[in-house]
């Protein structure tokens, strides 16, 4: 029997997974001649990973519109591609449950995948698999963390804790972290492999019993891209750090069912200062940046469809340090929990800041003044609280 899955647009990687029952002859033996390990073969097909296809949201979300920062080559060496890279090389882990179904993992078998097909010996019985991208890095430097010893019934991800501080941000999470690579996975319960080859189909041309299962590889990273729109600045605001903190977001994740953990944390990720831009023909500054994140704390936000399924009580908060062109420094946070919880999955964070409303510090240190800026809304104010 062959199960097909025909989304052209769905943004996944569907891998098959392809069991072959080689046989003695062109016909179906009697069970006594079968063997009693088949061969497994897997073969990874990707489909389009784009970003307008996995921010499909119910108000028909078109994130190109709101994105004025751009993405060119300099972007492109500080924080890499724009959007989700295709993954190539692949982590397996086989479970075996004998002749029981959705039965507790005790024992585990490890294989790693470069490419995109693999062959394996399988007793008959029942068998859950579990797949997720093998992490690779410009910098060779990794922030995730697997977990695999804990529970064989479920591998986790984290990300690392950087030596920065959370800066103002402080008071909610106090603690910063790196932000996770990209991270895919993909997890099937209770294949079974039957010595009656039940499901099984026979291939006259490679003369051997097959049956195809189609697992779906689904992003459990989620991509923010963010924006402080400076207005009005003309130099005052002359440049930042480089860096910048995104909060209450989940530290880790379920990699077999993509749930994030309870624990929230401060995302500490890249920022960039570009002048000149153009925005609906406005000559405007703006600081940018890309981060990902495993998501809202206890949800598996790529499976959610609407916002009001989403369930979390964390406020969300970003800071950027900006310099001014006295030379004196200050740090501005901005409460962005309105727009992550609308973007639940990823996309654009805009921040538009009148610089002629913004008070010029007069003492370095970053303590000039600290103004956490209410949450944007179009068509609102800004509050400063000084």
């Known amino acids: 029997m062959k199960k097909y899955y025909s989304a052209t647009r769905a943004v996944a990687v569907a891998m098959t997974v392809v069991i072959v029952a080689a046989l003695a002859a062109c016909v179906r033996e009697p069970e006594l001649h079968l ?65 029981k179904p959705y039965m507790a993992h005790e024992s585990v078998l490890a294989h790693y995948l470069e490419g995109r097909r693999f062959t394996a010996q399988y007793a008959w019985g029942f068998w859950d698999l579990l797949v997720w991208n093998d992490i690779t890095t410009l910098d060779g430097v990794q922030s995730l963390i697997f977990d695999e010893t804990t529970t064989l019934d479920y591998v986790t991800a984290s990300t690392n804790q950087t030596i920065y501080p959370s800066r103002y941000n402080a008071p909610n999470f106090v603690r910063s972290f790196w932000e ?29 019993w097959y049956m195809e299962i189609h697992m779906t590889l689904y992003p459990i990273t989620y991509i923010y891209l963010t924006q402080v729109i400076l207005h009005n600045n003309h130099g005052r605001i002359a440049a930042i750090d480089g860096q910048g903190n995104f909060s209450g977001m ?33 000559n405007v500054d703006i600081i940018g940046g890309r981060l990902m994140t495993f998501g809202l704390c206890d949800n598996n936000c790529g499976r959610l469809t609407r916002q ?28 962005i929990t309105d727009q992550v919880r609308k973007r639940f999955k990823g996309g654009v964070i805009t921040v538009e800041l009148d610089v002629d409303t913004v008070p010029i510090p007069s003492r370095s240190g970053g303590s000039g003044f600290d103004a956490v800026i209410k949450d944007f809304d179009d068509g609102g104010t800004w509050e400063f609280d000084l």
């Open 35 to 99: 063997y009693w390990m088949q061969d497994l073969e897997l073969e990874f097909i990707t489909t389009d990973l784009d970003l307008e296809v996995m921010w499909n949201y119910e108000d028909n979300y078109d994130y190109r519109k709101e994105w004025y920062y751009g993405w060119d080559d300099e972007d492109r060496r500080i924080f890499g591609e724009l959007g989700y890279v295709d993954p190539t090389e692949f982590q397996l882990r086989r479970y075996n449950t004998g002749d």
């Open 250 to 282: 989940a530290r880790n994740t379920n990699v077999n069912t993509g749930i994030a953990g309870p624990d929230a944390i401060t995302i500490h990720y890249n920022t960039r200062l570009k002048n000149g831009c153009d925005m609906n023909g406005e």
């Open 180 to 208: 996770p690579e990209a991270l895919y996975s993909a997890y099937e319960r209770a294949i079974e492999i039957d010595p009656s080859l039940k499901n099984f189909v026979y291939d006259e041309e490679r003369g051997v």
């Open 308 to 335: 009001n399924q989403v369930k979390e009580q964390n406020r969300h908060y970003m800071d950027v340090k900006m310099q001014f062109n006295n030379g004196m420094d200050s740090t501005l946070v901005f409460d």
